[in-house]
């Protein structure tokens, strides 16, 4: 079975920078997009990233563009998401997810989830 382990949350001051890393595990992923999701309290799951694992196709949510990078390391079976200028609003859970197909920025088509790492923005 394919597993995704989250890892690099934490607590920064607005402006800082984090780097999250999602590794996958159990599976062949040729044929996997992963993307990047995150819940704050009381909002819905909210899109954040993705990137086909093939061609480097990448979709990103305007909330988050220019900011945030999504990149990948085939041979580490390893997808990373780099936060630059943080903001109090990136608050949130941020989870990893592979999906079957293409790049997609809805998460009922998604197959395969990680526990979630918290990430903390302070002002």
């Known amino acids: 079975q394919v597993q995704l382990v989250e890892s690099g949350g934490g607590l920064v001051q607005a402006g800082g920078s984090l780097r999250l890393s999602c590794i996958v595990s159990?599976?062949?992923?040729?044929?996997?997009?992963m993307g990047w999701f995150r819940q704050a309290p009381g909002k819905d799951r909210e899109f954040v990233t993705a990137i086909n694992w093939v061609g480097g196709t990448t979709m990103n949510a305007n909330s988050v563009k220019g900011r945030f990078t999504i990149s990948r390391d085939n041979a580490k079976n390893t997808v990373y998401l780099q936060m630059n200028s943080l903001k109090p609003a990136d608050t949130a859970v941020y989870y990893c997810a592979a999906r079957r197909g293409p790049t997609s920025a809805r998460f009922d088509e998604y197959h395969y989830w990680g526990q979630g790492t918290q990430v903390t923005v302070s002002s």
């Open positions: 159990g599976g062949t992923f040729s044929r996997y997009a």
